[in-house]
C-alpha cells in the first residue's frame, strides 16, 4: 500500500516516500508488459458493463487517494475496455499496434516533461533530426519543414493553411481569406478521407471547394474526370488550389498514380498534397516504395506515425517542400517569446514558429527511440508483412464459396463480404456479432454501393492465424444470420 500522498503536510506533489512510489511504479510497468506479452489471452474488444461506466460519473475527488488503488481502477475498469487496436485480431480501423519500445520512450518524455515549443534544448534536435530522416526517406529538398502534430487530420489542416498563405498572401493573416479565394477549388477522389474536406471547412474555404472526382474499379482516382474538371472550372473562371492524391485510401488501401497528378498540379499551378496517413511509410519497404513512385513531387505530406509506424498515440507528422512558407505561415512576434544570439532563448526558429500550438509534447522521442531500435528495414519488414498478411486474406476470401471480395487488395486492407439475401444488414449484423464476440474487430465501409466488412491490417503483430480466425467467425455467423447464396 503507497502511503505517498496521504496525510502530508507538505504542499509539493511529490512522495513523501520515494521508495514505496518506486515499487508502485514498478508494478505498473509490469502490468503494462504483462498486458503486451499476454494480449492474445484477450478478448480483442468488449463492451464495459454499465456498472463500471457508472465508476466514471463518480465526482471530482477532494481528498487524496492510494496511488495503488487508482493504479487498481485502471486495471479494472479502464484497461479491459480500451479500443483493442494493440491486439492482433484488431482490424476495423487503420489502428496502429503500438510497441513496448514506444511505450516506455513515452514514460521517460513524461518524465522529462520537455516543452516542444522551442528553446535550445536538445528535446527540440530530435525533433528536427526526425524531421531530416523524413526529408530524407521522402527525397525531399534540403529547405523542406516538418513538424509532429497530432494526426493527418491536423497535418493536413497545416498543408491547407500554407498553401492559403501561398494562394493567397501574407495578407490573409492580418485580413482575413480575401474575396478570391472563393475561386480557389481543390480536387480529391471520392475515396479520400473526410479529415481534408474537414481542413477546408477549419480553413474558412468551405466544403464546397472540393471537387469530389470519380475512380475507377480499383478505388483509383480516374485521371480523365480529374482533367475534365480542372478543365471546366478553368473555363469558369475557378482556379485550381489543390490536388491531393491518396497513399493508400482509407477503405480500400488503394494509392493513386502520384506522378501523374504531381504533374497535373505542376500544369495547373495547383499545390500537390499527399495523404499518406496510411501508406507513406511504406516508403521503408523496398516493396512498396516504387509504388508511391511520384511523392517525392508533392508540396506537402501528411502522414501518422501511429498507424504503420506502431509509434503510441498520438504521432502525426507533416512534411512541407517549401520550409520558408511554412514558417512564413505560423510564425508570430511576441516579446515573452524574443529570441537571443545565446542562452536558453536560443536556436530560433522553434517548433512553435511552425505550427499553431506553443506548448507541445515530446512525440518526437517515441518516434527517435521506435525508429532507432528496430531501424528502417525491419520497419519496411513489418510494413510489407502486413500486406503479405491482407494478401493471404485476400486469397482465403477469393477461396471461400459463401464469401466476396469486393475491391482487389492493394496494400494491407480487405473488403469483402457474406453473400446472401439482404447482404448489407445481414453483413452489418455480422460485423456486430464478432465484435461483441471478442474473436477478432472488422469494421464496415461502402464499395461501390455495397456494404462491406472491412479488415485493416495494420498491426505489426497480426499474422495470418488471426485472418483465419477472422474468416471462420464470419462464415459461421453469416450461416446463422443469412441465407447463403440466395442474393
Ligand atoms: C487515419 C486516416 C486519416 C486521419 O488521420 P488521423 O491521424 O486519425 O487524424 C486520414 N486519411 C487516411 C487515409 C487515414 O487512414
Redesign the pocket.
Known amino acids: 500500500m503507497t502511503k505517498s500522498f496521504k496525510n502530508s503536510e507538505s504542499t509539493t506533489l511529490d512522495p513523501e516516500d520515494w521508495d514505496d512510489l518506486r515499487q508502485q511504479g514498478h508494478r505498473m510497468l509490469d502490468d503494462m508488459l504483462d498486458y503486451l506479452q499476454h494480449i492474445r489471452q484477450r478478448p480483442v474488444w468488449q463492451p464495459a458493463p454499465p456498472e463500471t461506466r457508472m465508476v466514471f460519473h463518480a465526482g471530482l475527488p477532494q481528498q487524496p487517494s492510494e496511488l495503488n488503488a487508482v493504479h487498481q481502477q485502471f486495471m479494472q475498469s479502464i484497461l479491459p475496455y480500451a479500443v483493442g487496436n494493440a491486439h492482433p485480431g484488431f482490424m476495423g480501423?487503420?489502428h496502429g499496434g503500438g510497441t513496448a519500445v514506444g511505450m516506455l520512450a513515452e514514460m521517460l518524455s513524461a518524465g522529462l516533461n520537455a516543452n516542444l515549443g522551442g528553446r535550445n534544448q536538445i528535446p527540440v534536435e530530435v525533433e528536427r533530426q526526425v524531421t531530416r530522416w523524413m526529408r530524407d526517406l521522402f527525397g525531399f529538398p534540403e529547405g523542406a519543414s516538418g513538424l509532429f502534430v497530432?494526426?493527418?487530420?491536423?497535418?493536413?489542416l497545416m498543408a491547407v493553411w500554407v498553401a492559403r498563405i501561398k494562394f493567397c498572401g501574407l495578407d490573409v493573416r492580418r485580413d482575413g481569406l480575401p474575396q478570391t479565394a472563393h475561386n480557389l477549388i481543390a480536387y480529391a477522389s471520392a475515396a479520400?478521407?473526410g479529415?481534408?474536406a474537414k481542413a477546408l471547412d477549419l480553413a474558412g474555404l468551405g466544403t464546397m471547394c472540393l471537387r469530389s472526382v470519380p475512380m475507377n474499379g480499383f478505388e483509383v482516382i480516374d485521371l480523365n474526370a480529374l482533367d475534365a474538371m480542372i478543365q471546366a472550372d478553368r473555363q469558369a473562371g475557378l482556379q485550381a488550389f489543390m490536388i491531393v492524391g491518396?497513399a493508400?485510401?482509407?477503405d480500400a488501401g488503394a494509392i493513386d498514380p502520384l506522378e501523374a497528378l504531381a504533374h497535373r498540379a505542376t500544369q495547373c499551378g495547383a499545390w500537390f498534397h499527399v495523404?499518406g496517413?496510411?501508406?507513406a511509410l511504406g516508403m521503408f519497404s523496398p516493396e512498396i516504395a516504387p509504388r508511391l513512385k511520384g511523392i517525392e513531387l508533392a508540396d506537402s505530406i501528411?502522414f501518422?506515425f501511429?498507424?504503420w509506424g506502431q509509434v503510441p498515440y498520438?504521432a502525426?507528422f507533416v512534411l512541407m517542400r517549401d520550409g520558408a512558407l511554412h514558417q512564413h505561415t505560423f510564425a508570430s512576434p511576441a516579446a515573452y517569446l524574443r529570441r537571443e544570439e545565446d542562452g536558453l532563448a536560443s536556436d530560433s526558429p522553434w517548433p512553435c514558429d511552425f505550427g499553431p500550438d506553443l506548448s507541445r509534447g515530446f512525440r518526437a522521442l517515441k518516434t527517435w527511440f521506435t525508429l532507432q531500435v528496430y531501424g528502417a528495414e525491419k520497419m519496411g519488414q513489418s510494413i510489407a508483412h502486413t500486406c503479405a498478411v491482407a494478401r493471404y486474406l485476400g486469397k482465403l476470401v477469393v477461396d471461400a464459396p459463401d464469401l466476396e471480395l469486393l475491391v482487389p487488395v492493394s496494400l494491407n486492407i480487405v473488403c469483402f463480404r457474406y453473400v446472401c439475401a439482404d447482404a448489407d444488414a445481414v453483413n452489418a449484423a455480422i460485423v456486430v456479432a464478432i465484435q461483441n464476440s471478442g474473436v477478432a474487430v472488422p469494421s464496415t465501409t461502402t464499395i461501390g454501393g455495397k456494404l462491406a466488412i472491412r479488415a485493416a491490417i495494420v498491426n505489426h503483430r497480426t499474422e495470418n492465424e488471426d485472418v483465419e480466425i477472422l474468416v471462420r467467425a464470419v462464415c459461421d455467423w453469416g450461416k446463422k444470420l443469412g441465407e447463403p447464396n440466395s442474393g
Open positions: 480501423w487503420v497530432t494526426g493527418t487530420s491536423m497535418a493536413h479520400t478521407h479529415s481534408f491518396n493508400g485510401t482509407v495523404d496517413a496510411l501508406g501528411a501518422d501511429h498507424k498520438d502525426g
